[in-house]
């Protein structure tokens, strides 16, 4: 009986490794991803101005709709939207667990974070 108690405390504490470390990967994962599409909208420059000789600057607009892109591609869940002359993007990862499946633990959810504060070439 003693052995079957520790087998099992052994094998939680695996799960809640393994598991905890897949995890700790997913929500690396979210906060690049995010971190990225916040990037890749901040390079959402107004070509026109660009082909006019003018300053660099980022289209709102665009820069959001431009991380979202990458969201889309990513096949992560998430938004993104313009504040305060940055493009934020939130995200939100799940992952199937692989031992706390059998303690009533299916997945989980993660969220990761990103912004890039936009610098137009006029300032």
Same mark, same amino acid.
């Given at each position: 009986?003693?052995?079957?108690?520790?087998?099992?405390?052994?094998?939680? !504490?695996? !799960?809640?490794?393994?598991?905890?470390?897949?995890?700790? @990967?997913?929500?690396? @994962?979210?906060?690049?991803?995010?971190?990225?599409?916040?990037? /890749? !909208?901040?390079? /959402?420059?107004?070509? @026109?101005?660009? /082909?006019?000789?003018?300053?660099?600057?980022?289209?709102?607009?665009?820069?959001?709709?431009?991380?979202?892109?990458?969201?889309?591609?990513?096949?992560?869940?998430?938004?993104?939207?313009?504040?305060?002359?940055?493009?934020?993007?939130?995200?939100?990862?799940?992952?199937?667990?692989?031992?706390?499946?059998?303690? !009533?633990?299916?997945?989980?959810?993660?969220?990761?974070?990103?912004?890039?504060?936009?610098?137009?070439?006029?300032?």
């Amino acid at each position: 009986m003693l052995v079957l108690g520790l087998s099992i405390a052994v094998l939680v !504490g695996i !799960g809640f490794a393994v598991d905890g470390t897949r995890k700790g @990967q997913a929500s690396a @994962q979210a906060t690049a991803i995010a971190e990225e599409a916040a990037r /890749a !909208g901040g390079q /959402a420059l107004r070509v @026109q101005a660009l /082909a006019d000789g003018g300053d660099a600057d980022v289209d709102p607009g665009a820069a959001v709709a431009e991380a979202q892109r990458y969201l889309v591609a990513t096949g992560a869940a998430g938004h993104a939207r313009w504040e305060n002359g940055r493009v934020v993007v939130e995200t939100t990862v799940s992952r199937p667990t692989v031992f706390l499946g059998a303690i !009533g633990v299916p997945d989980f959810l993660v969220h990761g974070h990103g912004a890039a504060v936009v610098i137009s070439g006029n300032r």
